[in-house]
Every structure is written in C-alpha cells, then in structure tokens.
C-alpha cells in the first residue's frame, strides 16, 4: 500500500494571478529591491488596512519588527516588554539592539498578552529604575489581543506598542483592521502565512515620515551623495520587484483564504463539538474576528484518555502534521535568565494541552474527511 499523501498544517496556497505580476517583473527587468510591484504591494496593503497608515514592504517580518525597535530608538541597556507566548521571531530582535526582553504572560480569552500581569510587569522594572522602549503585543493565531485595555496602559505609561500581526492579516478587533492598533505594526508573508511572498514582510508606520525612514534603513542607509556614504548603520531588508509581484496576486485572494481558515475553524468545532475535554480555539466575543491562520485545540487530561503529545503522534501516524503551540520565551534556554510576569502560569498550561490543526485554504474535502476519520475513531 502507498504511504498517504501529507496534509500539511498550512502550506502555500496560490491564486493563479500571482504569475502575471511577476513575469511583467522579468519582461521589465525589475528585478531589484524596488519597483513598480513593490509599491503597488504597499499600495495594495494601506487600501486593505482601511486606516491613514503607510506601509513598507520589507524582507520578512522579522525585519519588519526589527526596524520597529530602530525607529523608536531601542538600544543597549533598554528594555522591552514581550508576549511571551509568540514564535522567537516577536523577541530576537530585542537582543539584536542589545536590549534586554521583559517577558509577560497570557490571559485565557486571547491567549494573548494579559493586561494585570503587564502592567504589574511595567510597575516593577519603573521600580527598579529600568528604561522600557516599548511593548510588543502579537495577535496569536489570528487572534486580536485586548487592544482597548493594552492601549490605556501603554498611554498611561508613555510606552509605544509594536503590534506583531505577523499572523493576523484579515483579522479584526472591533471593526479595525489587525496592523492598525499599535505605534507600528508589522506583517509576515511567509510561506505559511495566509497570504505569502514566498519569504517577506511589512512595516506598518503611522507618517510618510517613519516609512521614509524605515525605507532609508532597510537599504543601507545611503546618504544623498554621489558616492557611497552612510551616517547610520543601515540593513538589507528591502523587499523585491519579484517576490512584491507574488504579493500582489495573493492580495486579490486574500478575502477568499479568510473565509476557508475560518470555515476549517468552525470544522473543528463541529468535530469536537461531542467530545468532553477538548475545545477549540475562538473569538470569545463578537468584539473579536480572527482570520483563524491556525485553529488550534486544547486537551484536557482529566477528561481524556491521551494527552496533547499522544494526539500529535496518532495525527502523525496517518501522515497529517499538527504541532504543539509555541513554547513560551520565558521557557526557552536562550531566554531562562529574562523577567517574566504573571501569576497563573496560562501560557505554560495552553502550551502543555495545545495542538495547531491542518488550518490551509487549500484543504479539500477528501482531507477533511482524513482528518474527520481520525477524530472520529480516536478521540470520540
């Protein structure tokens, strides 16, 4: 018997448009960290986002967040309050400019950063005399954080927030688009994101001003002058003519790929609507929309028979990928000796019971079915 094909937990899903941008790029010749896609990606992007914002289309997202902290002067000695339930990508860049991560716990409705233990966290490093730059807050899954009350702190404090919506593009909080609640905001269109570029990101900026900047940055910091000159340390992170033509093609089905994810979420909660202990991750109001980039499940050991690692493995067994929710920074051997803040231990108990599920827009139904077989003669 032939080994079953593999479902993949969210893999690229093209449109058919995307080639048409990009082969205008090579019968151009832009083929170049500028150019007409790049600027019509970003163009694209702001006209999506629906807000007075400019956007920077750059090499990942990574680079994204990393000209954030630039741009707001985040240096040695600093320090900056992380979610410390995020990917690794939300925290490097704090260490690239020196600074020291603050890391803070979830709260259960968004698993996303929890108000209570970020302002405690604010308190105590005021305390003791430490400078915070900023606050990076992250939309987990496609999930909007608490942005009303994250806001009211970060004003009351004077701390800009950079808003990681690297998994969020599409999802909103109150009718405002995810990218927007933050100082800045970045984007991801890696190859597993909702919409990709095959590697790739943006910058959010709220003036021309701060995009001139971030541009000015991500391409080695050139002075105005007939040479080479540079005054300022500057990085390679600008996106290309190519891979911003990819982009361009994705924007025109983005709005299709939000409504499948979300589709795929509520075929889980159909799945396990029956099952006692396991309960799939949602909006917990109507304040809340979520592009769902991956549904995800918690497991509840008291009420089942298996645990998350035992689920992963009988998915995995009939060669469909799920994998364990992001393990907190605060638990990351790299990250063991940074402060951490919070009192009930949410993100080390959602990453304990956690399991991203297959969550693509290009699912079909004969994989759903696969999946369905495997919930239906395992877990019910």
Not at 13 to 37: D, K, Y
Not at 125 to 148: E, F
Not at 229 to 248: E, F, K, L, P
Not at 265 to 274: A, D, E, L, P, V
């Amino acid at each position: 018997m032939s080994e079953k094909s593999k479902i993949w937990l969210s893999s690229p899903h093209m449109g058919g448009e995307e080639m048409f941008f990009v082969e205008e790029a090579f019968r151009t010749n832009w083929i170049a960290p500028l150019g007409p896609n790049v600027e019509g990606f970003e163009e694209d992007l702001k006209s999506f986002l629906k807000q007075d914002i400019q956007i920077a289309a750059l090499s990942s997202g990574t680079a994204a967040l990393h000209l954030a902290l630039v741009l707001l002067g985040v240096g040695r000695g600093d320090e900056v309050i992380c979610q410390s339930m995020t990917f690794s990508a939300s925290a490097n860049p704090i260490v690239y400019q020196g600074a020291t991560p603050v890391f803070v716990d979830s709260e259960p409705e968004t698993w996303n950063i929890c108000p209570d233990s970020l302002e405690n966290a604010i308190k105590d490093r005021l305390s003791k005399g430490k400078r915070i730059k900023a606050i990076i807050a992250v939309n987990l899954y496609g999930m909007p954080y608490k942005a009303d009350a994250i806001r009211q702190i970060a004003d009351q404090y004077e701390i800009p927030i950079v808003e990681d919506a690297a998994e969020s593009l599409g999802s909103k909080y109150k009718g405002q688009r995810a990218g927007t609640f933050g100082d800045l905001g970045i984007l991801s269109f890696n190859g597993n994101k909702i919409i990709t570029t095959s590697g790739g990101g943006a910058l959010i900026c709220p003036s021309k001003a701060k995009k001139k900047k971030a541009i000015f940055l991500a391409t080695q910091a050139r002075d105005d002058a007939p040479h080479y000159q540079h005054s300022h340390i500057g990085y390679n992170y600008r996106m290309s003519n190519v891979t911003a033509g990819i982009g361009r093609g994705q924007m025109k089905v983005l709005e299709g790929h939000i409504d499948k994810r979300r589709k795929m979420n509520q075929f889980y909660r159909n799945q396990f609507s029956t099952i006692d202990g396991v309960s799939v991750f949602e909006e917990p109001t109507q304040d809340y929309f979520s592009n769902h980039w991956l549904s995800c499940i918690q497991l509840e050991q008291t009420a089942l028979p298996m645990g998350r690692e035992e689920v992963r493995q009988i998915f995995l067994r009939e060669n469909i990928e799920t994998r364990p929710l992001w393990k907190p920074m605060h638990l990351q051997p790299i990250f063991k000796d940074c402060p951490f803040f919070g009192d009930n231990n949410i993100s080390e108990r959602l990453f304990a019971n956690g399991l991203c599920l297959p969550s693509g827009s290009n699912l079909s139904d004969t994989d759903r079915e696969r999946i369905s077989l495997v919930i239906s003669q395992n877990l019910r």
